[in-house]
């Protein structure tokens, strides 16, 4: 399985941004996929995860202002961000793997990780 993160660049705050991540295979129909986002100095953190039946769960931080969706046919995960804040500067990272959305936002749950893309909110 490989993951390819796409879509991060610098905007202003209250701008949007949409991150993309296409998948080799059938991922996003195996497995719940998710976005997670690392910050320096901090530990890697969940944002989004959606599961293989289209449920969606999200961090608290981002209710309302990020959207997860996916794509089967393009076997491709997105996170539309609005409302973006300068706190939302981080690298993130598309993963795969956990099976069903049980504590769906721990990384540990996660067998598949992409290379990451910056966002950076200023």
Do not use: H
Request: a neutral charge; one cysteine or more; aromatic letters at 10%.
């Amino acid at each position: 399985v490989q993951l390819v993160e796409s879509g991060g660049g610098s905007v202003q705050a209250g701008g949007s941004l949409r991150l993309t991540c296409a998948a080799s295979g059938y991922v996003t129909s195996d497995y719940c996929m998710s976005w997670f986002r690392q910050a320096p100095g901090k530990e890697r953190g969940g944002v989004a995860a959606i599961g293989t039946d289209g449920i969606t769960s999200y961090a608290d931080s981002v209710e309302g202002r990020f959207a997860i969706s996916k794509d089967g046919a393009k076997n491709t995960l997105y996170l539309q961000m609005d409302s973006l804040k300068p706190e939302d500067t981080a690298v993130y990272y598309c993963a795969a793997g956990a099976r069903t959305m049980y504590s769906a936002l721990d990384r540990r749950r996660y067998i598949y990780w992409g290379q990451g893309t910056q966002v950076t909110v200023s």
